[in-house]
């Protein structure tokens, strides 16, 4: 079964502060994917990215990186110099059984709070 | 022009009703979702159709009854409204069923029962 960990349940910083969200995720499968949603005070959730587990290199978008360690089963997603509208609610998200036939499945987080004061 | 659009928003019902909620997506998808998420924000998978059959059901109670009459469109009946289906749904949709396919989520429909 998999599972997705997220220890962080709300994280409070100020702006210009820069912030790293922890993911744990658990599968027994080889082949998987690993993504991250924002969903913002207004309710939506926002597809940020994805990432299998083939690569692990690190990724880095604007102020945004994701580091995936497949040793330590972990996706960490850090937002430099964070700003107000970097709060919002924050899901990883593990999908696997590409290869063995089942249909897919995203398993969430609990989700961590992301809050930034100005 | 929004991909993936839920309506109502909002939907404020008394206990044993029942009520539906629609989904429609612009992307050309062939899968889509309904997941629930709960007060605490926790999000679960209810139910996955792939080309209007049912390819995912995760035990949810059988007042849920999904119905995709082609594959743009994936709506939920709900019947017999009980206190503990108040939540946000949320429906998705993936180019696929498979797991590299990311999934995009409309703006979700807040249901309270009253």
């Known amino acids: 079964a998999q599972k997705v960990t997220q220890a962080q349940t709300e994280i409070s910083v100020v702006e210009k502060e820069d912030v790293t969200l922890d993911c744990v995720y658990e599968?027994?499968?080889?082949?998987?994917?690993l993504f991250w949603y924002k969903q913002p005070p207004s309710g939506e959730l926002v597809f940020l990215i994805r990432?299998?587990?083939?690569?692990?290199q690190n990724e880095i978008s604007g102020r945004y990186s994701w580091n995936f360690q497949k040793s330590t089963s972990s996706f960490n997603f850090t937002i430099t110099a964070s700003q107000v509208v970097d709060s919002a609610v924050y899901f990883c998200a593990l999908s696997d059984a590409l290869y063995t036939g089942a249909n897919s499945k995203l398993t969430f987080g609990k989700g961590i709070t992301l809050s930034v004061r100005p | 022009d929004t991909a993936v659009s839920q309506t109502p928003k909002y939907l404020v019902t008394q206990m044993g009703n029942d009520k539906s909620i629609k989904c429609e997506q612009n992307l050309g998808h062939d899968t889509m979702y309904w997941y629930k998420q709960d007060s605490k924000k926790f999000l679960k998978i209810m139910f996955s159709y792939n080309n209007k059959e049912l390819i995912i059901n995760e035990t949810v109670p059988n007042r849920f009854s999904p119905k995709s009459p082609d594959k743009a469109h994936l709506n939920l009946h709900i019947n017999s409204l009980e206190l503990g289906d108040s939540a946000v749904y949320f429906c998705a949709s993936s180019q696929g069923p498979y797991s590299n396919q990311p999934q995009h989520f409309g703006d979700g429909t807040r249901l309270s029962i009253l």
């Open positions: 599968t027994r499968d080889t082949t998987y994917y």
């Open positions: 990432r299998n587990s083939f690569d692990e």
